[in-house]
Each structure stands twice: as structure tokens, then as C-alpha cells.
């Protein structure tokens, strides 16, 4: 009878501790968030500023093991349109090369998120690694994000990433102005500079 108890008591606690814990949460965006591109041409570089507010987000997240993330039922769209480069011919090119009007979005789906620690101090900044998926002119690839995430209040964060992303792995040929004479390469950063509230 001891000995079925104390089966009965391990398989509870291997159940406990093999079970997934499942987070739905929501954060919002404060307006000091940035999100911009860059990028070279053979003349000079560039930079592309969102220039819209970014809406708050839904999440579902499961907590696999000690820092393993799954996320389920988010993404972050950027209207194409909403990216500024101070001229307005350049940005005409470049929603040309993006088909803005075929893809009017670039789609960032999280998927997993490697996190062994969180800042448990404010004002400390904490190295992770995210999956995600990448939506862009029709074509879907999946990505490493380096993010940095900083505790700023106990409900207020800060996040930073930046990614290189190839224009041609998305089927895109890199824009060009002036008759050919400009041409842009291929290469472009997207980058984050986010501070949000947790709900």
C-alpha cells in the first residue's frame, strides 16, 4: 500500500513538473517605441522611419522547462506604407520593390523565445534569442532575433533587436533611382527600440 502511494505521489509530481504553464497576456506600446530600416546605396545610406503607432498586442505564450517560450496566436504587422525615408520618390521605389500594394504588411510572428533569465533588476539589460517567422512581399522565412530587454518599472520594459535581412531571400530586387544610377543594396537592418507595458 506505501509503495502505491508513493507511485501515485511521484507520477502527480512528474505530471506538475512536465506540464506546460500557458500565459495569455497583452502589452502596449508606449509612444516613445521606434521601429526604422536601413540600409546602403552605392552613394550614401539611408533610413526609414514607421511612422505609425503600433497597436497593443495579444499573446499566448507556453513555458516549456525552465527557459524555453512557445508563442501561439500573435503577430505584429508593419504597413509598408507607414515607413518614411524623407523623400518621397525613394519611398515610392521602395514600396514599388516591396509590392505595398500586392503585400501592404510585413507580418513578424514570434514563434519560441530562449530566455535562461529574466532582469530581475531595474536598469539591467539581459541578452535572448527569438524565433520568428517573416512575412515580406509574399514570402515567408524563418529568422533568429538577438533581443536585449531591459526592466524599467515592475509593469514597464524596454526591447531592442536589430535583424540584417536580405531583400533577394524575399524574391525582392533591391530598388534603384536615378535611371539605375542609384542603386540600393540588398542588405537592410530592421530595427526595434520598444518600451511597452505589460497588462
Known amino acids: 500500500m506505501n509503495q502505491l502511494i508513493l507511485r501515485i505521489t511521484f507520477a502527480l509530481c512528474l505530471v506538475v513538473t512536465l506540464t506546460a504553464f ?10 516613445s517605441s521606434v521601429l526604422y530600416l536601413t540600409g546602403d546605396t552605392n552613394v550614401k545610406g539611408f533610413t526609414c522611419q514607421c511612422e505609425q503607432k503600433f497597436e497593443p498586442l495579444s499573446y499566448q505564450m507556453v513555458q516549456q522547462g525552465k527557459s524555453n517560450y512557445q ?5 505584429m504587422r508593419i504597413p509598408i506604407r507607414s515607413l518614411n525615408c524623407g523623400n518621397r520618390m525613394m519611398n515610392k521605389d521602395l514600396f514599388a520593390a516591396l509590392k505595398a500594394d500586392q503585400y501592404p504588411n510585413i507580418v513578424i510572428e514570434p514563434l519560441s523565445l530562449d530566455m535562461p533569465q529574466l532582469p530581475h533588476d531595474f536598469e ?3 541578452g535572448l534569442t ?20 531591459c526592466r524599467l518599472t515592475d509593469d514597464r520594459w524596454k526591447i531592442r533587436s536589430c535583424k540584417t535581412l536580405c531583400m533577394l531571400d524575399f524574391g525582392i530586387d533591391p530598388p534603384t533611382a536615378m535611371a539605375g544610377m542609384i542603386k540600393v543594396s540588398d542588405e537592410i537592418d530592421i530595427h526595434f527600440d520598444f518600451v511597452v507595458r505589460s497588462r
Open 124 to 126: 539591467t539589460w539581459v
Open 71 to 75: 508563442f501561439s496566436a500573435t503577430h
Open 130 to 149: 527569438a524565433k520568428a517567422q517573416v512575412s515580406l512581399a509574399g514570402v515567408t522565412k524563418s529568422i533568429l532575433l538577438p533581443v536585449s530587454v
Open 22 to 31: 500557458r500565459y495569455d497576456s497583452q502589452v502596449y506600446f508606449l509612444d
